[in-house]
């Protein structure tokens, strides 16, 4: 599945054209490696997503064409959060 898309139906991002800016920005790795949305992902692979200045590190468990709300959040298993320093903190 496109990453564009994976990020769709989990929920992880709200809109897939968003979903695109961001991942094309550059601002998402899969497996540690910067991803474009066209890239395709499948279970076991590992995301981090950074969201101004927060990296969220995901993990896929599942991939569906759809999902439900309730059942988006059983797609992916959360690694962790890592707040990134700004310029004005120290």
């Known amino acids: ?3 564009d898309k994976f990020l769709k139906v989990s929920r992880l991002i709200k809109r897939r054209t968003l979903a695109k800016e961001v991942s094309d920005q550059g601002r998402i ?3 540690g490696v910067p991803a474009k949305a066209s890239t395709n992902v499948k279970a076991g692979d590992e995301l981090a997503i950074r969201f101004g200045q927060k990296v969220v590190s995901v993990k896929i468990d599942r991939i569906q064409e759809t999902s439900r ?3 988006a959040a059983e797609m992916y298993t959360m690694l962790g959060e890592e707040r990134i320093p700004g310029d004005d903190e120290e």
Do not use: I, P
Request: hydrophobic residues 35%; without cysteine; aromatic residues 0%.
């Open 29 to 31: 790795s899969v497996n």
């Open 69 to 71: 709300k309730d059942e």
């Open 1 to 3: 599945m496109r990453l």
